[in-house]
């Protein structure tokens, strides 16, 4: 039997929303008792912790939003003292600055249960042998997806990502029958199996665990039909969990938002305002059995719906469409957040370069996302020798990769060929054309 939770899962929608009231004011109090940051929000519009008597009163509570990370860094946004805290990790900032996430064994063992949920929405049991090709490490892919498997008892293979060729070496040697990791690396592994002609209609491998990074329908169908699985979304954020947050059932129509834990709420990203179930809007989140790390309505910037009718699979919890886009400039290559504003500043710190720069993001079909960053030289650069600018964009290149933790191409440019804009700069040019379907 593969793992699935039912009596949490299949609640029914009243004693749901009575359980996110109960579990919301409790939250609300180890907030605002324990975290001086939220303790601050409160105070200052007048807010007391017994005014939240139930998931009505949500919306008077202020939006936590990314900067609070940072100008709590590393451990402000803590509500217990670091000898409950048993695990660290941590994704992108705005500034080159992470975000850094705590865990107690409370919340260890919260995460685990959820991401079983996830992986057993796609019919994982105990018989299963999970290739594990998420990142372990800060990144909460690996150790995320890890416990959960570790969870229903299947057998886990931590093999992280990369190494391609030994990972289809592995699927087929181990017998692989579950696959974890970013759509766009199932991606390249099914192009990397039709040129090493490898069967994938003999191998093992059933289904996949996709998330980290947008993706579309189209990708789905290439991915399933490449590596003969079925392939399903899962969604998550560092801030919130980590992956386990939502998660598709076979269905294939829409995430299952875990609502026992979380609150979801959609929301006009311009105004704040709360939109009704169907609206396109900004994902916001609250936690409701968090203990290190409380969040009160996080502004996740993710934009999609919210569907609450009934799913075919039984399961209770309202779906959240695939993310259709952000609201800000992070963009996600291999499964990594990058923000413009970081390849500015490594741009801005190195000398012969002008602030002039553009970002192109591109993935050609079946394979990786690429970035390269073209960089203007300065004018007094231009006319020496080839050896220096050769050296100048593998000093750009190495910093860029020291800062963001992945590979970028660094181009130079020669002065002013980079357009100017009198407007807001477009510094990013996407040709993924992720947003061009839904
Ligand atoms: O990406 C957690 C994760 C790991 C999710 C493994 C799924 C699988 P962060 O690195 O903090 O956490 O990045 C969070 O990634 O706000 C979204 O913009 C994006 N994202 C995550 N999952 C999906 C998905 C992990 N299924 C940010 N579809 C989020 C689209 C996703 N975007």
Known sequence: MHYWNREAECVDRDELRKLQSERLVTTIRHSYENVPAYKHKFDKIGLKPDDIKGIEDLVKIP??????????????????????????????????????????????ETWAELMARTLGAGGTTKGDIVQNAYGYGLFTGGLGAHYGAERIGASVIPISGGNTKRQLQIMEDFHSTVLCCTPSYALMLGESARDAQVNMKKSSLRVA???????TENMRREIESALCVDALDIYGLSEVMGPGVS?????????????????????????????????????????????????????????????????????????MHRVMGRSDDMLIIR??????????????????????????????????????????????????AVRTLESLERRIAHELHSVLGISVKVKLVEPKTIARSEGKAKRVIDRRELNNES
């Not at 451990?75 to 705005?94: E, K, L, N």
């Not at 000398?351 to 300065?378: C, F």
């Open 247 to 319: 998660y598709e059932c076979m269905e294939k129509g829409g995430l299952h938002i875990n609502e026992d834990h979380f609150i979801a709420e959609i929301i006009n990203p311009d105004t704040g305002e709360v939109l009704p179930p169907g609206s396109h809007g900004e994902l916001v989140f609250t936690s409701l059995t968090k203990e290190a790390l409380p969040l009160l309505r996080y502004r996740t910037r993710d934009i999609t719906y919210i569907d609450d009718s009934p799913c075919g699979c039984g399961r209770s919890f309202a779906r």
């Open 63 to 108: 939006f936590t939003v990314k900067t609070d990370f940072r100008d709590n860094y590393p451990f402000g946004m803590f509500a217990v003292p670091m000898d409950r805290i048993v695990r660290i990790h941590a994704s992108s900032g705005t500034t080159g600055k992470s975000t850094v996430v705590g865990y107690t064994s409370g919340d260890v």
């Open 209 to 215: 665990f996709l998330g980290a990074e947008p993706w």
């Open 335 to 384: 499964g990594v957040n990058v923000f413009p504003s970081q390849i500015e500043s490594v741009l801005i710190e190195t000398e012969g370069t002008e602030p002039h720069y553009l970002i192109v993001v591109d993935r050609a079909p079946g394979k990786m996302d690429e970035m390269e960053v073209w960089v203007e030289v300065s004018p007094e650069l231009v006319s020496d």
